[in-house]
């Protein structure tokens, strides 16, 4: 099997595939991204549709790259271990430590499995509550609801991180990393066409980052 086999039945999931929000015009949406993502041009695939609400669009695309990471994450599981990263860290110099500011406040040092754990459980929560994701169509998003969406895609954006500095020899390997690089390609595309992360954010990987979209 790919290790990122996509279509596979029996792919690995760190936990099960979340669907478009149904009750809006998340389904519509979710076909008009899986029909321009056909199309190859990734920079094309991210510009919000004309006519389509801003928001609805940053919804649906949060739970695709949910799925994503979700899907990328897991096929590697085996070898993200608290033995092989006791740190959720990105090379030498960046290392994440874990706050939801509910449940934990001040920031912890967990391994880079237990961070994402942690993560994916906290993104989860925030994509099931209905005041901040609403599902029933002409109900309103919340005021701060780019600010949620900023923090999931910072956050995502550490778990690729951590995957390109420890576990990217491993990829190669496997001769999967021509997947990962279209996956990050598309998420970066998409975080820089609506600014949803700091720049200082992405410095762990900022040279990978300026590639791709100076090319693009």
């Known amino acids: 099997m790919s290790l990122f086999g996509l279509g596979s039945k029996n792919?690995?999931?760190?936990?099960?595939k979340k669907n478009a929000?149904?009750?809006?015009?998340?389904?519509?949406?979710?076909?008009?991204?899986?029909?321009?993502l056909g199309s190859g041009n990734l920079r094309d695939a991210v510009r919000l549709p004309p006519g389509e609400d801003l928001n609805e669009w940053l919804a649906v695309n949060t739970v695709d790259f949910f799925n994503q990471v979700n899907i990328l994450y897991g096929t590697l599981m085996e070898f993200c271990t608290p033995a092989t990263c006791p740190t959720m860290s990105a090379g030498p110099k960046f290392e994440y430590r874990w706050a939801d500011g509910v449940q934990i406040k001040k920031p912890i040092e967990v391994s880079a499995p237990k961070y994402v754990e942690y993560l994916m459980d906290w993104i989860e929560a925030q994509l099931d509550d209905e005041s901040i994701f609403p599902q029933k169509l002409g109900t309103p998003f919340p005021q701060n609801f780019k600010e949620v969406v900023k923090t999931i895609f910072k956050r995502l954006f550490r778990v690729y991180a951590h995957i390109y500095h420890s576990h990217f020899q491993k990829i190669v390997s496997l001769k999967?990393?021509?997947?990962?690089?279209?996956?990050?390609k598309h998420f970066t595309l998409f975080t820089w066409e609506f600014k949803?992360?700091?720049?200082a954010e992405?410095?762990?990987?900022?040279?990978l980052i300026e590639s791709i979209v100076?090319?693009?």
């Open 11 to 16: 792919q690995k999931t760190f936990r099960p």
């Open 176 to 184: 999967e990393e021509a997947h990962l690089n279209t996956c990050f």
């Open 21 to 36: 929000p149904s009750g809006n015009k998340g389904v519509q949406l979710k076909k008009h991204i899986d029909a321009t």
């Open 196 to 199: 949803l992360i700091d720049k």
């Open 202 to 207: 992405l410095a762990p990987l900022i040279d």
């Open 214 to 216: 100076s090319v693009c």
